[in-house]
């Protein structure tokens, strides 16, 4: 069994934004020479979510509208969370969003659906943050 | 290691139905011949979903009636997603439900708890759609 | 490959409570012997979840406050599934928060960001309760 793993670190300069992060995982798997196995790709922080979803401009403006409808970011004095920190929302809206995604690799690649792409979501951004990708198989 | 994939066909009629998948993901594994490991059932469609849950009527109506309340169908004109589709809400409701399931082999067998069944959601009907089970292990 | 199994039970007192159990599913690792690979720790109930995030008082008041919002648990009647069970909203819920966290080993330790702990989440308590710890691996 062969195991890989890597960081990926982000510069992150909004409070939230969504990033197609889908060549830096496979050039992962290129990297581990695995052929058959998983990847899990997860973020490493419990603010932000790997996920997996289309890469339209659209969507993703559906997505940040419908994140604020679900888990609002103001009035911040509505989370208890709230003392020292203003980022309830993000713990919320990574919950929704959801923190991994495990990939099956087939014959040395990611085994995709023809829309599925990795994107990480940042909701509580600014300064570095990084994602995590694990391989293992042969 | 063993690896083995296959993909599990479904002719989808309605635009949302939640279908019972159990039986096809074990006639995987059984086809393996994997005994320990873990085994990955994902959508290949990012308006479609494969998530754990209850065989009861009762509940799936609940969840249909539930994700139109978190992410309604209509109207079209509320995601910036539709323009020349219409189902933004079917990617948001996808996200509520997940991509995938990752389920535990021990001795040969899914290792579930009693009321464990894999289901695929569809939220974006019509026409065929596929599913991807993934299994590593030995 | 090496792979191990174990089952943790928990006393669940309350409907609803969230139970940190990083340092039981730090303990399979140690005892499975495993350095690299992945382990998947999922409820085995489909109204309880395993999921990663901060252990925070005021976070989990947060989380309570907003399920309830968005799966109340009352009026019983509103669900359909509420026919000899009043456990509607806890399905849901489960669905919010996912059943399954899978987790990247390394050199012997959970990869783990600074704020990653592993929680089980019960939505219809009472009585016993258990989770899966599934690790694969060398």
């Not at 659209?58 to 003392?83: C, F, M, T, V």
């Not at 023809?114 to 509580?124: A, L």
Request: with cysteine.
């Amino acid at each position: 069994m062969k195991s890989y793993r890597k960081e990926l670190w982000f510069e992150s300069r909004q409070r939230r934004e969504l990033i197609n992060i889908t060549a830096q995982v496979e050039a992962c798997l290129q990297e581990s020479g695995v052929r058959e196995g998983l990847l899990l790709c997860n973020a490493m922080h419990i603010t932000a979510s790997v996920f997996i979803n289309d890469d339209e401009s659209g969507l993703h403006q559906d997505i940040e509208k419908w994140l604020e409808r679900l888990a609002p970011e103001k009035p911040y004095s509505q989370y208890a969370h709230n003392g020292f920190e203003d980022n309830a929302d993000a713990h919320l809206k990574r919950t929704v969003m959801g923190r991994e995604a495990v990939v099956a690799i087939t014959a040395g690649r990611l085994d995709f659906g023809p829309w599925e792409k990795i994107f990480y979501g940042e909701f509580d951004g600014g300064g570095r943050k990084r994602v995590l990708v694990k391989i293992i198989g042969e």
